[in-house]
């Protein structure tokens, strides 16, 4: 078998295997997308629900999804960034740094319901935060800190070190180097994690469950101390507790849902080409 003709079977078996992936989201979303958007209209997004949620709309579920995302942003990314920036620029590399590291990489892996028990144990019990929108905030950003964390550390790798020695050459400090030249070229990748981080923390289910969901409320939120519907949540029970629930109304959520980690989703991809785009200028 000549060069060519393997070349040409490992190009189909990866073509194939990246196929495998998109076709069934590409269903899935379409499937998603063609049940639900007869249900989407002004009075199902700004509604409170009636009669036991099989009427009116889903606007307090959506309210909390998005304050519980945006306190999960707020505090995960500075953590994130700057446990990244310590790890990458400051921390001496050893044994103590690959440790820390290899800790970082296994919470990745823990099950998303153990972090919804810590939260529980650590932010609703032991700080007496109880289940509220800042605890729910908390556990999230927990569970995506590593993340976070990982793709930052890696997008800093990724700038040149003789960027920062031609910065540290010309008189910079070590921070004024890594505000002005490295976090600019870093900003895409950092984007990056915090991409997959917002659509994990937007579409989790068991941590908010111990946290901060409410099972139904009449009423939005005042500040974070309050408990809130959240639309993953909302969409769990409204599957499997509520009897007789119109299939447009499930279907219609989960497309909101999908919605709403869409537009994050672009907002941050477009932040990643503009900084991309000014790099290069």
Not at 19 to 43: D, H, S
Not at 108 to 125: E, I, M, N, R, T
Not at 188 to 203: H, K, Q, S, V, W
């Amino acid at each position: 078998m000549n060069k060519k003709t393997q070349e040409r079977i490992a190009f189909s078996i990866l073509t194939f295997t990246a196929m495998l992936v998109v076709i069934p989201t590409l269903l899935i979303i379409g499937y998603i997308f063609v049940k639900g958007i007869g249900m989407i209209n002004w009075e199902f997004l700004t509604a409170m629900p009636r009669k036991g949620m099989t009427e009116g709309g889903i606007y307090p579920a959506i309210i909390g999804t998005l304050y519980l995302v945006l306190g999960t942003v707020l505090f995960a990314l500075p953590l994130g960034i700057g446990s990244a920036i310590y790890l990458t620029e400051y921390a001496k590399q050893g044994i103590l740094s690959r440790l820390i590291r290899l800790a970082i990489l296994n919470l990745a892996g823990v099950p998303s319901v153990v972090y919804g028990l810590f939260g529980l144990g650590l932010f609703v019990l032991f700080l007496g935060f109880g289940s509220s929108i800042l605890a729910g905030s908390l556990t999230l950003a927990c569970l995506i800190l590593p993340i976070v964390i990982t793709a930052s550390e890696e997008a800093l790798k990724s700038v040149p070190q003789s960027y920062r020695e031609a910065s540290l050459a010309l008189g910079a400090t070590k921070w004024q180097t890594i505000q002005k030249v490295v976090l600019p070229h870093a900003t895409p990748g950092i984007t990056t994690g915090a991409i997959l981080g917002i659509g994990r923390a937007a579409g989790e289910t068991a941590p908010i469950l111990l946290t901060v969901a409410a099972f139904f409320l009449p009423r939005l939120p005042k500040s974070f101390f309050d408990q809130a519907m959240v639309l993953p949540y909302h969409l769990y029970i409204i599957s499997t507790q509520v009897p007789n629930m119109p299939e447009e109304i499930k279907y219609g959520t989960a497309l909101v849902l999908l919605g709403i980690v869409g537009v994050f989703f672009m907002i941050a991809t477009t932040i990643r080409i503009k900084f991309k785009m000014d790099n290069r200028a």
